[in-house]
């Protein structure tokens, strides 16, 4: 009795989060004005449509780009901040809680000044731009997963280590590294799931129509008078399966940094 | 190795990643908060500066009030559903070993779902004629004829709804850290000593999940109040200013409509509230880092 209450509860809690994905996939897949739940005649249509335009892979490759650009630079800078302030005793220590209290400022509120600066540098319309601004953003939550990930590894590994002769850098490289590895990969996930999905830089910050990433693109189907809904699902559905295949490898290692995270 | 050797390559370490967030967390406020104090003088004369022109002109404005009723409404809303509903996820979890991680993975798909796609999502399920919610809302309201994205009150719900989905993954991830903290043995304990779950809920699980809860609402509550992409894309901002929440009406006056003191100004009372949601959040993490 009690089991069955138990997997009863499981099966709504997973019904009401998956039914507004089968939703966007069942509308993509409906041809204009299908009624019924299950389409009756699915179709194909409106992905092919997309997959056979050039606009679709230069969008995915911005995207592409600049999640990746983003974790070229996340992954060695929370590395290195993480580990000083999970090993030193600095201002860095002191910096590091209200670091990680910036993402509750309302990032809105910074999109208007930001924008300015760039084009007074000429950085406005610049998927350079994009990467940087992504990176600023996740920075902080990151330096706390890395930091967590250096704090369980034993110092005693590290001091062995500099007994033998292993300078502060090579220390870094050969032993700290290869132990934060479950940290790089929570750090990998977060950037990666984050930047991808961001629409807000890409709207305020971008207007060059070859510079579009995919999540701009999506909205970029509303259209005023009417809206194309096999379409804009189709192009939806295509957007959010990386992200979600990339979460649900990489999970294990992001619900540690997590957890490290608030259980410290 | 020698104190000032050891500061140094602490600073070196910190500070690449310090200066890329200083540079893009508080460089541009003074810009941005100068550009709310800058008003347009009379007309064809050149602007003035400072001037409080663009807060009274918002504070006697009834929609830009209303605009921040319904953000008070946004976050209680989504606060209010996600607290329980999470609590509920969280047992459901911890309490059987066999297939946790399987529905831990289930859980967290809507946080890797880009924001803008699920609102567009939700846009569709209200919206169109045939779609469930709507035809749910028309089911609850009792009328037949109901445009859920049409109706100010049904709109609102939707957005609320969509970002409850959202948050929950968050929220859960919270507790259920704070639950591994509680020992086992003290649910035994009152276990055995009768205590029923309503109990031991009110008086082992809650209490010992307090500042986790505090931590998690206080994220939600800041992310919440900030959203302006997911109702950007969900409703617009309508019906009719409808669901203009502060955040939105920021966003749209900004790179809509090119008002770019009136984006200022709405974020300025933001910002104010970011801060002391930030100061709350160093409080309750300090309390955190000594009682656990």
């Known amino acids: ?264 | 190795m020698p104190a000032h050797k050891r500061q140094v390559s602490a600073t070196l370490l910190f500070i690449p990643a310090f200066v890329l967030v200083v540079l893009f967390w508080c460089v541009p406020l003074i810009p941005g908060l100068s550009l709310a104090l800058r008003s347009p003088g009379e007309a064809g004369s050149s602007t003035r500066w400072p001037s409080l022109l663009n807060y009274s002109r918002l504070l006697g404005e009834q929609t830009f009030r209303h605009n921040l009723v319904l953000s008070l409404i946004y976050v209680v809303g989504v606060v209010g559903m996600s607290v329980p509903a999470s609590y509920a996820a969280c047992s459901l979890m911890s309490r059987s070993a066999r297939g946790t991680n399987w529905f831990r993975g289930m859980l967290l798909v809507p946080w890797a779902i880009p924001p803008v796609v699920s609102a567009l999502i939700f846009r569709n399920l209200a919206g169109a004629e045939i779609a469930p919610l709507t035809k749910l809302y028309r089911l609850v309201s009792g009328d037949p004829n109901l445009l859920p994205l049409q109706d100010s009150f049904w709109a609102m719900l939707t957005v609320i709804v969509h970002s409850f989905w959202r948050s929950v993954p968050v929220m859960t991830l919270f507790l259920a850290a704070g639950m591994t903290t509680i020992p086992k043995e003290l649910h035994e304990a009152a276990q055995t000593d009768g205590a029923t779950p309503l109990q031991r809920f009110l008086h082992i699980t809650f209490p010992l999940t307090r500042m986790h809860l505090a931590v998690g609402m206080l994220l939600i509550t800041a992310f919440t109040l900030q959203d302006a992409e997911t109702v950007y894309a969900l409703t617009g901002g309508g019906p009719h200013h409808g669901t203009e929440v502060a955040a939105v009406r920021l966003f749209k006056e900004a790179f809509d409509y090119g008002q770019f003191a009136t984006a200022a100004t709405i974020g300025s009372f933001l910002l104010a509230a970011g801060l002391v949601f930030m100061l709350l959040y160093l409080a309750a993490f300090r309390r955190a880092e000594v009682t656990l």
Request: a positive charge; glycine letters at 6%.
């Open chain 1, 1 to 264: 009795m009690k089991a069955t209450s138990h997997w009863l509860l499981v099966a709504v809690f997973c019904g009401v989060v998956v039914f507004p994905i089968l939703w966007g996939i069942r509308t993509s897949l409906s041809p204009e004005y299908e009624r019924s739940f299950l389409p009756s005649r699915p179709t194909t249509e409106h992905y092919q449509r997309i997959v056979s335009q050039g606009r679709f892979y230069r969008y995915a490759m911005n995207s592409a780009v600049v999640s990746v650009g983003s974790l070229i630079i996340v992954a060695p800078l929370s590395l290195a901040a993480g580990y000083s302030v999970a090993r030193f005793r600095s201002w860095g220590n002191r910096a590091a809680p209200i670091l990680l209290a910036l993402p509750l400022l309302p990032v809105v509120t910074f999109l208007v000044p930001i924008a300015r600066y760039l084009n007074l540098i000429g950085f406005y319309d610049n998927l350079a731009a994009l990467i940087v601004a992504n990176s600023a953003f996740c920075i902080p939550f990151c330096v706390w997963i890395m930091r967590n990930f250096v704090h369980s590894i034993p110092r005693s590994l590290e001091e062995a280590a500099l007994l033998d002769g292993c300078n502060r850098w090579n220390l870094l490289w050969r032993i700290v590294l290869p132990c934060a590895f479950p940290g790089l990969m929570a750090v990998t996930v977060f950037v990666l799931v984050q930047v991808w999905n961001n629409f807000i830089f890409a709207y305020a910050l971008t207007s060059d129509q070859n510079l579009q990433v995919l999540p701009k693109a999506v909205v970029g189907f509303i259209g005023s008078w009417r809206t194309n809904w096999g379409g804009l699902m189709a192009m939806g559905v295509l957007t959010l399966i990386p992200p979600v295949i990339v979460f649900q490898i990489l999970q294990r290692w992001f619900v540690a940094g997590m957890f490290g995270w608030s259980t410290k």
